[in-house]
């Protein structure tokens, strides 16, 4: 029998091919060497300065929409691409969030929804990290609420003419390309944007308290005209916007599993280190029962998000699957920070350790792709057959 591992008490280890562990190692690697040792001071400064670089990085390892098959992705599984999220997002969520929305919102919707064409253009330098891309959904007055949306693409003889606002989108101010989505006279349509077409703006938010090694943005579109292959023309309505935060929850899930290990981790080094009264404050009950308690929710949901990984590779992931886990493995992943916090005592709220920086962080992954109210009324719609969103 082999003895217990407290990095995988479950062997969890044991239900990953070679493959899949060499995927995770190597950006387990990277996040180790270009990562962790600056982002610390990036966090304080709020900015990610080298973000190009980190892109090309990326692409170079196939991590940008590695989970789409041709144009240069790497076609790996749904696994793979979550145990990618987990290491990213280990390091630091703002990392995670750019692949994510490169891979699973950007160049999700061209491979998804867009034309050949559209393929042909943006997908190869997407996966490269030679070209950024951002997701524009989400408005200033409206959020979980999309199909209010104002933004709005008018017809101009065979032009699209683009006017609205979006908010809190990352990547904004640096992608060379955007999805935004708009109410047409068809309905909801998605568009293709090169962010330097005139009109288009996209000014930096500041004054965040989380995320902060990200790039956060509002885009601006003022009369901007776009030709009428721009938009993307294999989808109408909710349906595309919806797919595409469908495929990015799914990195969550083990994204913040990742923030909850990297905590977990933390809290265990200080409580067998750290002395008080004469011995490791590991020693003490009230500390192994808040580490057993971490452990238990960590390891089940990594497990979690295993299963659904495995679904999502049978074509049998649903929807509603994705928000529960997305709701467990958010949720008790800022409980896992916060816990961890109490064992580092005044030293949680360093910088020297990762502990206050992911719990920070993951209160914006709680927001976004969808609130914890959305997904429980997801779950209770799916459970009970009624619709209680409006």
Same mark, same amino acid.
């Given at each position: 029998?082999?003895?217990?591992?407290?990095?995988?008490?479950?062997?969890?280890?044991?239900?990953?091919?070679?493959?899949?562990?060499?995927?995770?190692?190597?950006?387990?690697?990277?996040?180790?060497?270009?990562?962790?040792?600056?982002?610390?001071?990036?966090?304080?400064?709020?900015?990610?300065?080298?973000?190009?670089?980190?892109?090309?990085?990326?692409?170079?390892?196939?991590?940008?929409?590695?989970?789409?098959?041709?144009?240069?992705?790497?076609?790996?599984?749904?696994?793979?691409?979550?145990?990618?999220?987990?290491?990213?997002?280990?390091?630091?969520?703002?990392?995670?969030?750019?692949?994510?929305?490169?891979?699973?919102?950007?160049?999700?919707?061209?491979?998804?929804?867009?034309?050949?064409?559209?393929?042909?253009?943006?997908?190869?330098?997407?996966?490269?990290?030679?070209?950024?891309?951002?997701?524009?959904?989400?408005?200033?007055?409206?959020?979980?609420?999309?199909?209010?949306?104002?933004?709005?693409?008018?017809?101009?003889?065979?032009?699209?003419?683009?006017?609205?606002?979006?908010?809190?989108?990352?990547?904004?101010?640096?992608?060379?390309?955007? +999805?935004?989505?708009?109410?047409?006279?068809?309905?909801?349509?998605?568009?293709?944007?090169?962010?330097?077409?005139?009109?288009?703006?996209?000014?930096?938010?500041?004054?965040?308290?989380?995320?902060?090694?990200?790039?956060?943005?509002?885009?601006?579109?003022?009369?901007?005209?776009?030709?009428?292959?721009?938009?993307?023309?294999?989808?109408?309505?909710?349906?595309?916007?919806?797919?595409?935060?469908?495929?990015?929850?799914?990195?969550?899930?083990?994204?913040?599993?990742?923030?909850?290990?990297?905590?977990?981790?933390?809290?265990?080094?200080?409580?067998?280190?750290?002395?008080?009264?004469?011995?490791?404050?590991?020693?003490?009950?009230?500390?192994?029962?808040?580490?057993?308690?971490?452990?238990?929710?960590?390891?089940?949901?990594?497990?979690?998000?295993?299963?659904?990984?495995?679904?999502?590779?049978?074509?049998?992931?649903?929807?509603?699957?994705?928000?529960?886990?997305?709701?467990?493995?958010?949720?008790?992943? +800022?409980?896992?920070?916060?816990?961890?916090?109490?064992?580092?005592?005044?030293?949680?709220?360093?910088?020297?350790?990762?502990?206050?920086?992911?719990?920070?962080?993951?209160?914006?992954?709680?927001?976004?792709?969808?609130?914890?109210?959305?997904?429980?009324?997801?779950?209770?719609?799916?459970?009970?057959?009624?619709?209680?969103?409006?």
């Amino acid at each position: 029998m082999s003895s217990f591992d407290p990095a995988d008490p479950l062997g969890i280890d044991d239900l990953l091919a070679p493959e899949d562990l060499a995927v995770r190692d190597t950006v387990r690697n990277w996040a180790a060497d270009r990562v962790l040792p600056h982002v610390a001071e990036w966090y304080e400064k709020g900015e990610l300065p080298v973000i190009r670089e980190l892109t090309r990085e990326l692409g170079s390892l196939g991590a940008l929409g590695m989970s789409l098959s041709g144009y240069g992705c790497a076609g790996a599984t749904a696994v793979q691409y979550g145990l990618v999220c987990l290491e990213l997002e280990a390091a630091d969520s703002g990392i995670r969030s750019l692949v994510s929305v490169q891979g699973s919102l950007a160049m999700y919707a061209i491979h998804r929804f867009g034309s050949e064409e559209q393929k042909q253009e943006w997908l190869p330098r997407m996966a490269a990290g030679e070209v950024i891309g951002c997701f524009g959904l989400t408005e200033p007055d409206h959020g979980s609420d999309p199909a209010s949306m104002r933004t709005r693409a008018k017809r101009d003889g065979t032009d699209w003419v683009l006017n609205g606002r979006k908010m809190w989108i990352t990547n904004g101010s640096v992608a060379g390309v955007a +999805i935004v989505w708009a109410q047409t006279e068809d309905g909801i349509r998605g568009f293709v944007v090169p962010t330097d077409t005139p009109g288009f703006s996209a000014p930096e938010i500041k004054h965040k308290w989380s995320l902060r090694a990200s790039v956060t943005s509002e885009l601006v579109l003022d009369d901007v005209r776009l030709p009428a292959d721009a938009v993307l023309p294999e989808v109408t309505g909710l349906r595309g916007p919806l797919t595409c935060l469908s495929h990015a929850r799914y990195g969550i899930v083990w994204g913040a599993m990742g923030a909850a290990r990297s905590s977990f981790e933390a809290a265990l080094d200080y409580a067998t280190s750290r002395e008080q009264f004469g011995k490791p404050i590991g020693a003490f009950q009230l500390t192994q029962a808040k580490l057993a308690d971490m452990a238990v929710e960590l390891h089940k949901g990594i497990l979690l998000a295993h299963h659904l990984g495995r679904r999502m590779d049978a074509g049998r992931l649903r929807p509603e699957q994705v928000s529960f886990g997305k709701l467990n493995n958010v949720r008790e992943a +800022i409980e896992i920070c916060r816990t961890a916090r109490t064992i580092l005592g005044a030293n949680g709220i360093s910088l020297e350790y990762p502990v206050m920086r992911h719990a920070t962080n993951l209160e914006s992954v709680l927001t976004y792709e969808g609130t914890v109210e959305m997904h429980q009324l997801v779950l209770g719609k799916a459970l009970t057959g009624l619709d209680a969103f409006r």
